[in-house]
């Protein structure tokens, strides 16, 4: 069984700080997905992604399979960053269910 | 295209009673999941579906829970009887293929009193 963990748990931070988040995990994957879940429940995928890097907008997520670790970078923070990040990854196998970590509580002030 | 529709979004039950909520993926995608999400955790999957057919129920509670999608479309999760412990956000997701992107439903907010 995967185990994800993610750091920090909690983050605040001024408008225009680049964020990181990171995410680790225990058993080699097939991919990992960063989503953004905002109150009230609604998840966003982010970036699905299974080596090196990738960039959208202001969001950067890069995976380092050797290490078992992600992280993923906003530039330029803004207010409307404010969401919980989390970091799921898939397993491979027969099962194709996530395995998620249990988020970064982000909150941009202005 | 419209995205993974979820009803309802909110619900308030008593405990002992039961209750059931709907997911219509997107148009298309074969493999849908159900997610159960406690307050302060990240999500568990409970069900898997590769069109009509279960592919992992491994951690759906089948004593009270049970969960189908008959015509490999939209599906239906059921809670029979509810337990203060099944207060959670559930959600829905669907991909094109197995392993594939996912896009998830707003989510049912049930809560247990």
């Known amino acids: 069984k995967n185990e994800v963990e993610q750091s920090p748990q909690n983050l605040t931070a001024q408008e225009g700080e680049f964020i990181t988040i990171n995410c680790s995990y225990s058993?080699?994957?097939?991919?990992l997905h960063w989503l953004q879940q905002h109150p009230g429940g609604g998840i966003v995928s982010l970036f699905m992604?299974?080596?090196g890097k990738k960039k959208h907008g202001r969001l950067i997520a890069t995976i380092n399979i050797q290490e078992k670790h992600s992280s993923l970078h906003i530039t330029a923070s803004h207010p409307r960053d404010s969401a919980v990040y989390i970091c799921a990854v898939l397993s491979g196998g027969g099962a194709d269910g996530l395995t998620f970590g249990k988020g970064t509580h982000l909150i941009i002030q202005p | 295209e419209a995205g993974v529709a979820q009803s309802p979004r909110y619900k308030i039950i008593e405990k002992r009673q039961s209750v059931a909520f709907w997911c219509n993926p997107i148009s298309g995608h074969a493999t849908l999941y159900w997610y159960q999400q406690i307050l302060g955790q990240g999500p568990k999957l409970l069900i898997q579906f590769q069109n009509n057919g279960v592919v992992d129920d491994s951690q759906l509670p089948k004593d009270r829970f049970s969960a189908e999608r008959l015509k490999g479309v939209d599906s239906t999760l059921k809670i029979q009887p509810a337990k203060l412990e099944d207060s959670a956000v559930y959600l829905c997701?669907?991909?094109?293929?197995?392993?594939?992107?996912?896009?998830f439903g707003s989510g049912t907010r049930l809560t247990v009193v």
């Open positions: 997701a669907s991909s094109l293929i197995r392993a594939g992107g996912y896009t």
């Open positions: 058993v080699g994957i097939s991919a």
């Open positions: 992604l299974s080596s």
